[in-house]
Nanobody, 124 residues
Framework: QVQLVESGGGSVQAGGSLRLSCAAS??????????MGWFRRAPGKAREGVAR???????YYADSVKGRFTISRDNAKNTLYLQMNSLKPEDTAMYYC????????????????WGQGTQVTVSS
């Protein structure tokens, strides 16, 4: 089935930038028919939807990252990106790439394919 592999995580000082990548493979339908998203989870906290991109390329962001993060997708390369600027210590978390057929859910709900995660650590 669909497999997602994240990369690009690491440690950075507050105010710095990182770009996460998610390579997708094994999908049955066209990559463009999938809604793609980035989630994050810090220890002791609930999973949070960070950003998502629908089949038309329209993007949505959590209030906590608006103006700082940018999600984009390269359908030709089956790759999803998350450009993270002006990073804050509270952005520290494990970041997960996720996918679903856009018809399966709505908003940040219904994602059923998940990557293994990549750690992002922001120090002050």
């Amino acid at each position: 089935q669909v497999q997602l592999v994240e990369s690009g995580g690491g440690s950075v000082q507050a105010g710095g930038s990182l770009r996460l990548s998610c390579a997708a493979s094994g999908y049955t339908y066209s990559y463009s028919t999938y809604c793609m998203g980035w989630f994050r989870r810090a220890p002791g906290k609930a999973r949070e939807g960070v950003a998502r991109s629908d089949s038309a390329g329209i993007t949505y962001y959590a209030d906590s990252v608006k103006g700082r993060f940018t999600i984009s997708r390269d359908n030709a390369k089956n790759t999803l990106y998350l450009q993270m600027n002006s990073l804050k210590p509270e952005d520290t978390a494990m970041y997960y790439c996720a996918a679903r057929l856009c018809s399966v859910g709505v908003g940040f709900l219904g994602y059923n394919y998940w990557g293994q995660g990549t750690q992002v650590t922001v120090s002050s």
